[in-house]
């Protein structure tokens, strides 16, 4: 704390190991399940928290407070024990759970997309125009499974957090805005669409609201692919879900302490609340 308590704050930063992690490993279905929870591992685990509170202005009819949050957090699969598929003596990686060693846990694991066939493209046997372009990891010249690489991660690089709160004698106005960032590897998650008449997509709007975003000859730039054929191996579209959300906005008004103290109540306070009115995000779709 600084300045008589003005200004407060706490810095936090922690270095874990868990070891034996509980994972749900998926299993071949013919058992007549798909997962069963194992000890597989060693996980480490670290991040930072920052959080400060600052109050910028208080007398007795008018207060004005600020506290903003920040916090970073990183996990990495260090072994996998016991899996050793091969034989080899090295610890193999569980693809079908989506665990690797030196991965995070929120490793995405399938093919890499770089953007859509277009007409007049060379396009491999097995695509045709309006298909995801789907990348050759391994330079092999044929598309299979083993072009699935890692294309990113599900966790976000940083959550923040923002409030306000004004007092003006008994009125109080609050509002709050939430965060969270990533780049172009981390906090993304698959958004492809495809054009079907179905019940879901009359749901989703997507034929006003997307109608314009879908790949055809006339429009190239489309973002969401669209043909005519299956391609040998459907890719996905990934995408960025950063957001800024103005989350939380409050203002209420507590009855003066005579009004309520000549009725034997302690306190009335009357509210009105709006969630989630205004969210920033270059995320497409729901």
């Keep these: 704390s600084l300045l008589k308590n003005r200004i407060t704050g706490s810095i936090e930063y922690y270095n874990t190991r868990t070891n034996d992690l509980l994972y749900n490993v998926a299993i071949p279905s013919i058992t007549g399940f798909t997962s069963i929870s194992s ?18 202005i208080s007398t007795r009819d008018f207060e004005w407070s600020t506290t903003f949050n920040i916090s970073h957090n990183a996990n990495k699969v260090v072994t996998l024990t016991g899996q050793d598929n091969d034989g080899d003596g090295v610890e193999d990686d569980l693809p079908a759970s989506g665990l690797f060693i030196g991965e995070s846990l929120s490793a995405i694991y399938d093919y890499k997309v770089d953007g859509i066939y277009q007409l007049d493209d060379e396009i491999p046997t097995g695509f045709h125009p309006g298909n995801y372009r789907v990348v050759d990891v391994t330079g092999e010249g044929v598309y299979n499974e083993d072009d699935r ?3 990113g991660y599900a ?24 965060s969270m960032v990533g780049d172009k590897n981390h906090f993304i998650a698959k958004n492809s669409h495809y054009v079907a008449i179905d019940d879901n997509a009359k749901r989703d709007n997507r034929f006003t609201e997307q109608a314009d975003l879908f790949w055809s000859p006339r429009n190239p730039d489309g973002i969401y692919a669209r ?5 040998t191996i459907q890719g996905e579209r990934y995408e960025r879900r950063d957001f800024v959300r103005l989350q939380d906005v409050t203002l209420s008004y507590t009855l003066p302490e005579r009004w309520t103290n000549s009725i034997g109540i302690n306190n009335v306070n009357v509210f009105v609340n709006g969630k989630n009115l205004l969210t920033l995000t270059g995320w497409h779709g729901w």
């Design 39 to 56: 000890n597989v591992g060693e996980i480490k685990n670290n991040g930072i928290e920052f959080t400060i509170t600052s109050h910028n």
């Design 155 to 178: 966790d976000p690089i940083a959550r923040m957090g923002l409030m306000n709160r004004f007092r003006y004698k008994n009125f109080t106005f609050s509002f709050y805005i939430n």
């Design 227 to 231: 043909a005519e054929m299956n391609p």
């Design 149 to 151: 690489t890692i294309v």
